[in-house]
């Protein structure tokens, strides 16, 4: 800390290795698979004025140390790439006064594809042409306490370069990721309400156009369009409990040919969850997943009657 701002810096690694023994959907079976992924990264946030405030984010992310050795009389090769990407983001904050600001923001996205996408695994074939996502995003937002709640509307927009989607299922034996750019604007209206000094609630809506480039070169609805929330909370003493939901409409998927546009059911995620803590180091608890034991798709492939897909888990506790 520098007076009224602040530097952060730091780094990160992340060691990955996969081995695949005899996996029938793949044509390169027996193999070892690995990457190195670190990064380093400062955060700059900068007082301005009583009123200003900028922060400045910079991370550079490598992937090292890529390499595909297969035990088969497959020819060695390696074509997981070594790369790197620097990823900014600068935000600027104004307070109007003590209890509303406003806020916009700019940033890059970077998020490299998990090993079994690029390479397959069980089920999925390799995709070994796979890149990494890479985005701009924007934000504008105002925010507001009034009373006893706090409200937070934003503005959104993003555009992300070789997004991963999937094409195929895993019954047919044929499932496989691909890039296709996607993007996506939108709007979110947030509300924390502290009723009383035991119960609180949250509420949220958030209305989206997310799109996905189909393989015609044409952008087609993909996604969740429509996102409500809701919890209520409740703490006293010794006994806190939370019920939540969260709802997902106008939901749109890729078809079995991995081109966008195919309808999906809205899914209802519920959950509740309770505490008691009798003394300061004990404490007991019970989470109830799935109230209305409800069968969710929950999978970027949508099942359909000749197809492989995932759904919600029955409702369960613990």
């Known amino acids: 800390e520098m007076g009224n701002n602040k530097l952060l810096i730091g780094a990160s690694f992340k060691k990955e290795d996969m081995d695949i023994y005899g996996t029938i959907l793949s044509a390169k079976q027996y193999a070892n698979y690995s990457r190195d992924t670190y990064s380093v990264y400062a955060a700059y946030d900068w007082a301005m004025t009583d009123t200003d405030n900028l922060s400045i984010n910079m991370r550079e992310t490598f992937a090292k140390n890529c390499s595909a050795d297969y035990k088969t009389t497959v020819d060695q090769s390696n074509d997981a790439k070594n790369l790197n990407k620097f990823t900014p983001e600068v935000q600027y904050i104004k307070k109007i006064n003590d209890d509303s600001s406003v806020y916009a923001k700019v940033g890059k996205s970077f998020r490299l594809p998990e090993l079994t996408r690029i390479y397959g695994s069980s089920v999925i074939l390799p995709s070994e042409e796979l890149k990494p996502e890479q985005g701009t995003h924007y934000e504008a937002g105002y925010k507001l306490n009034s009373g006893n709640a706090a409200w937070r509307l934003a503005l959104y927009k993003y555009e ?48 989206s156009n997310p799109k996905m480039k189909s393989a015609n070169d044409v952008f087609e609805k993909y996604g969740s369009r429509l996102q409500l929330n809701a919890s209520v909370n409740y703490q006293k003493d010794k006994f806190g409990s939370s019920l939540m939901a969260n709802y997902l409409g106008k939901r749109f998927d890729n078809d079995v040919d991995g081109h966008p546009g195919l309808k999906v059911k809205p899914a209802l995620y519920t ?12 404490k007991f608890f019970f989470h109830v997943n799935n109230i209305f034991d409800r069968e969710d798709i929950t999978t970027d492939t949508a099942p359909l009657d000749d197809r492989l897909g995932y759904i919600s888990v029955g409702r369960n506790f613990m």
């Open 160 to 207: 992300i370069k070789d997004s991963i989607g999937s094409t195929g299922s895993a019954s047919a034996g044929n499932l496989r990721y691909f890039n296709a750019d996607s993007k996506s604007y939108g709007l979110e209206l947030t509300c924390d309400v502290q009723h009383n000094e035991n119960l609180s609630s949250s509420y949220g809506v958030a209305i």
């Open 271 to 282: 959950d509740f969850h309770a505490t008691y803590a009798p003394e300061k180091n004990h």
